[in-house]
């Protein structure tokens, strides 16, 4: 029963382990912002994600010490750097629809797409899908996975990725989101995939942040339909070429 418990708890430490570290690392950049006299959530977020970077890369590494580079990888991260674009125009265009943005998604929007697009890039297109990724699908994914079958695992994943962003839009954009990271991750049995998926739907969502926010009118019934149409046909057919790419090996 001792083994069995103490099991249980080191099973525990390793999967919640390293998001309390990588918000500890977040605190801990909030902080040291404060003292330069700024509490900008782009400053604070990049500042973190810079900071854990090493740590998490590092813990990565030694789960995945006997991981092997393959030849097709960059075709595959082509690809999955559209599906992430698909991903995010359909997504961001029917849950927009669908649900009423709450007060947790309009707040992070401002604070995220208010900043410089040089910020924008550098926090949610590099350091962010980084950091993110060596945390969910990286330590936690690869943890999960040895506790539970591949598609629980999966579930399971992509509910904490949800839950981690902390509003109801965002929790359900992200945990649709998670589902096709996970899946990029299974048919390559890499991380890289899924870090250029996570920075295409980010750079996708500067870009059409920065798109809507010129227009002197929002979109019409039918662009909104054909956005959604034209996001989930691109999102299954990059997906379908990304699966094509890993399952050839």
Known sequence: MKNKENQAFLTALRLFGPLIFYELCMEAAGWVCSLFGTQDAMAVTGSGALLAFPFLYTAYRRKRAAEEA????WAGCFFSVLAGMGACLCLNVLLQVLLRPSDGWNSTREAVYGASVAAQVLVTVVLAPLAEEL???????TELRTHMKPRGAALLGALLFGLYHGNISQGIY?????LCLELVCEW??????AVFL???ANGAAVCLTALTSALPVPFGTRSIVAFAAAGGILTVAALYKTKEVFCKL
């Open 135 to 141: 945390l969910f699908r990286g330590l936690i994914r």
């Open 198 to 200: 996570h920075a295409g």
């Open 188 to 193: 390559s049995g890499l991380l890289l995939p």
């Open 70 to 73: 393959r030849k097709p990888l």
């Open 174 to 178: 992200a945990f649709l989101l998670a």
